[in-house]
């Protein structure tokens, strides 16, 4: 199994900082280490996940564990996550006043699409989810707070590579040519159309990347400084008839954003 993607500094930028905390380092990417699919895993498994030695992991999930940030099995030797980590984004989602104004509009879009209209922002090569409203006859696979979306494949992260500034969009753009190596230029070319379209029309789309599900998504400005946030609306595309993404969603979407930013006074 290959390591999983770091959303941490490149060791580049790490040899630069004397200050660097690589304990503290490898002990997140333990934490990162646990996804929906794999809530249980030992120590050989985190080894192969994060490429950190055994010994070195034993160590670190012994200690997460005294920390009570790990919960240990003894009966098959795995650990799992621990609500303390729940702990840690409240702050952030507490103090995110775009969400509490959204939730209404995004309901609405979510019943008129029957679909699920969701809020995410940037972490490493991910997009995270921190806000979503599902039409309650949609299709299993509704996503949650803290569910993560790969930037290089949806909407979400499509949106949000077209929307930055120049400087960050070139720094996302290197690091996911380190992280995509071969796959490289096939991505770079679907973000450049990608940009295209979201200079045309203001919005990106994505369909297929999750269980023919087609996807579209505009940037949502937040009272985070220099945060930008990206709201979409993904539906089945069996509930989708010809170009109603394009023609009735996406405006539906961005009128939504629209409407947020205003309430919000950040427009």
């Known amino acids: 199994?290959?390591?999983?993607?770091?959303?941490?500094?490149?060791?580049?930028?790490?040899?630069?900082?004397?200050?660097?905390?690589?304990?503290?380092?490898?002990?997140?990417?333990?934490?990162?280490?646990?996804?929906?699919?794999?809530?249980?895993?030992?120590?050989?498994?985190?080894?192969?996940?994060?490429?950190?030695?055994?010994?070195t992991v034993s160590r670190l999930t012994r200690t997460l564990a005294l920390l009570g940030y790990l919960s240990y099995n003894k009966a098959d030797a795995r650990y799992r996550l621990t609500a303390s980590n729940l702990s840690f984004g409240y702050p952030l989602l507490s103090h995110l006043g775009v969400r509490h104004l959204a939730r209404a509009p995004m309901q609405e879009l979510a019943d008129y699409a029957r679909g699920a209209v969701s809020i995410a922002m940037r972490s490493g090569l991910h997009m995270v989810i921190v806000e979503s409203c599902v039409d309650q006859s949609a299709p299993n696979g509704r996503p949650d707070i803290g569910a993560i979306r790969a930037i290089d494949n949806t909407a979400l992260g499509h949106t949000y590579y077209c929307a930055i500034g120049q400087p960050e969009q070139a720094e996302l753009a290197d690091a996911l040519e380190r992280a995509q190596g071969l796959d490289w230029p096939a991505l770079k070319t679907q973000l450049a159309q990608a940009q295209a379209l979201f200079d045309q029309h203001g919005y990106c789309v994505r369909s297929g990347a999750m269980q023919s599900i087609e996807a579209v998504a505009v940037p949502l400005r937040s009272n985070f400084e220099g945060e930008t946030l990206v709201v979409n609306c993904a539906v089945a595309s069996f509930n989708l008839n010809g170009n109603a993404l394009h023609e009735q969603i996406a405006p539906r979407l961005k009128h939504l954003a629209s409407q947020v930013e205003n309430a919000a006074g950040l427009r």
């Open 1 to 55: 199994m290959k390591p999983i993607p770091s959303s941490s500094p490149g060791a580049a930028t790490q040899a630069k900082d004397p200050q660097f905390a690589y304990t503290l380092a490898k002990g997140l990417e333990v934490l990162r280490a646990f996804d929906v699919a794999s809530p249980y895993l030992g120590n050989r498994e985190l080894a192969q996940r994060t490429g950190m030695s055994r010994p």
